[in-house]
């Protein structure tokens, strides 16, 4: 720490000399860090130092009153009044990270109060998603229940929730989707989306929710409830669903992942080891989404999620490590079956795109697998800078699922055809949906043309721009470890990108796996390890490799030796007309202009 004090001395003395404080440098003043950072938190509307303190130093303070959630008190009231009853609880959810994750922590606390719960997961290719009534005769056939409260699903069950009720079955529902103009009649409804609730977050995702019915419970049952083994398991959910990192879903993430530094179940913790990730050390939001939420995920995207539950829930070490090794298995099968449909898609979107016609890219295929399209989609959302719809056609239907580009709402859109669909839900960025086979060649057309009335053209024109301007020479140890109080990055708080007038690489760049390319740039006192994510290398192949080139990258912590390490985003050879947009500097001034 005494480093970054120096650094940011420095930094800050050489602002003075230059010229009058500005809003920038009064804040890197104030909040003791150099005027890059200051330039950073200003970018996410901290303006004062007592706003990045709190930025930094994310603890329980931030967490909002789960009372606060309208329905909340109804719906703790319903559980504890069953559970001390001895009724029967199926705790309903979804077969993702966030359902699943959801599930346990519910479940937990309402064994904690002695409710006699049983968590139910519908089987993706079996039942489906959500609480349709077929799902739920099979749950009051199996399992006779008193009441089915759902988490992370059943915003839009009006005919499971009505199914239930005919039953004589009490139901809960705890969702975060966006809500339809219509909500299941005779439920109790927990959503900080829903109509006159005055939550003050509204981002939550399904696990943070059932995270805060979970206190809710414990609070009105009595009893004592360890916050750090829930936030062990909702973090996980609410990074893995890909909302906002801000707010709430700051502090939840960031206390869950200190607290995974110290799991006490043993199946996170045979998880993270399998995951390759230290022993007493906090994972990454990044470790999370790109390591051990796959392997969750990878359960019931192929098969059942019961096996991704019974991993929070085993008790026995080396039971709890078969299941990890289960799931990572699974995770590989996965993997090859998704890049299998990303290739097929990618072929066939490839043959006849138009970037002036295409607002929408939309494939299908009777061999897909459905239970990888959301991750294929994603995958080539990202490379055209389009919305993407991904259909497996399956006899009589047609299930969808779809992923959108910041800017673009996927779900308000495709609400305007919503009775086409037999079943739509989702998010503005991620939706899913069922349709007869008979209806999609018409809802391919619909779809098609509403994208390309709806969707402005510069929408789908990618932004090639950064954040601040940090020249190599100028990287540090000091900046690193500023750098690293942003975690958790992710959505609504992604990892900065900077820009770099002017780089040269020290030798070319060599291919590593199929998709990724590895160097090293010239840095001021070593060599900067670089890596570039792409099938093509960072530059042309023609290009001279001691050539300077202008740069846009992300800076990290290299896992293997510790030091910085340099994720390139774009990099094109250097030109004096500036090809990349004017930035604010880490100095205190713009870029000329080109």
Not at 196 to 222: E, V, W
Not at 433 to 462: C, H, I, K, N, Y
């Amino acid at each position: 720490m005494e480093a970054i004090s120096n650094v940011t001395a420095d930094l800050l003395a050489g602002v003075r000399a230059a010229g009058p404080e500005d809003s920038t440098d009064r804040l890197a003043r104030e909040a003791g860090v150099p005027r890059v950072i200051a330039l950073l938190l200003e970018a996410r509307g901290i303006a004062s130092a007592a706003q990045a303190h709190r930025f930094f130093h994310p603890d329980e303070s931030h967490l909002h009153d789960p009372f606060g959630l309208a329905g909340m008190e109804d719906a703790a009231g319903v559980l504890l009044s069953a559970g001390t009853a001895g009724k029967r609880i199926v705790v309903f959810g979804d077969y993702d990270v966030d359902g699943v994750t959801a599930v346990a922590q519910l479940k937990a606390a309402l064994s904690r109060v002695g409710a006699p719960a049983v968590g139910f997961i519908p089987h993706r290719l079996k039942d489906g998603y959500g609480l349709k009534p077929e799902t739920v005769r099979r749950v009051l056939r199996d399992f006779s229940p008193s009441v089915i409260v759902t988490v992370d699903c059943g915003i839009t069950a009006i005919e499971g929730v009505a199914c239930a009720r005919e039953a004589g079955v009490e139901v809960v529902v705890t969702d975060h989707h966006l809500v339809p103009d219509e909500l299941p009649d005779g439920a109790v409804v927990v959503n900080p989306r829903q109509p006159g609730c005055s939550y003050p977050y509204k981002d939550l995702s399904g696990s943070g929710i059932a995270f805060k019915l979970a206190q809710a419970i414990a609070r009105r049952g009595r009893v004592s409830l360890s916050s750090e083994s829930l936030l062990r398991a909702a973090c996980l959910g609410t990074i893995a669903d890909i909302v906002p990192l801000t707010g709430e879903n700051r502090a939840i993430a960031a206390l869950g992942l200190a607290a995974l530094a110290r799991p006490r179940a043993p199946g996170l913790a045979a998880l993270i080891e399998a995951c390759g990730i230290d022993p007493g050390r906090a994972p990454t939001s990044e470790e999370v989404a790109f390591r051990i939420a796959p392997r969750l995920n990878a359960a019931g995207r192929l098969d059942t999620a019961e096996r991704a539950l019974a991993l929070f829930e085993e008790r026995d070490g080396a039971r709890a490590k078969e299941i990890a090794r289960e799931l990572c298995a699974e995770n590989t099968e996965r993997q090859s079956i998704e890049r299998r449909v990303f290739l097929e898609a990618r072929a066939r979107i490839a043959q006849s795109f138009d970037p002036d016609r295409d607002a929408l890219l939309l494939e299908a295929d009777p061999s897909w697998h459905r239970g990888v399209l959301g991750i294929a989609a994603s995958r080539l959302a990202r490379e055209y800078n389009r919305p993407v719809l991904l259909f497996a056609l399956e006899g009589e239907r047609a299930h969808g699922s779809g992923r959108s580009i910041p800017g673009v709402s996927l779900h308000a859109t495709l609400k305007e055809l919503r009775h086409l669909f037999l079943e739509f839900g989702g998010h503005d960025q991620a939706v899913g949906g069922t349709l007869t086979s008979a209806a999609f060649p018409a809802f391919r057309e619909e779809a098609r043309r509403l994208f390309a009335e709806r969707v402005p053209r510069e929408m789908l024109v990618r932004r090639e721009t950064a954040d601040v301007e940090l020249p190599l020479e100028e990287i540090s140890d000091a900046i690193l470890e500023h750098l690293e109080r942003f975690e958790p990055f992710g959505a609504g708080n992604p990892r900065p990108v900077f820009s770099c007038r002017e780089a040269r690489a020290r030798d070319r760049f060599r291919p590593i796996g199929e998709f990724g390319w590895r160097g090293r740039l010239e840095g001021a006192t070593s060599d900067l390890d670089a890596i570039f994510w792409s099938p093509s290398p960072p530059l042309p192949e023609s290009s001279d490799a001691a050539a300077p080139f202008e740069l846009h990258y992300r800076l990290s912590r290299s896992r293997w030796s510790g030091r910085p390490e340099i994720e390139i985003v774009r990099a094109r050879p250097a030109s004096p007309a500036r090809l990349f947009s004017p930035l604010p500097s880490a100095a205190g001034e713009l870029a000329p202009t080109p």
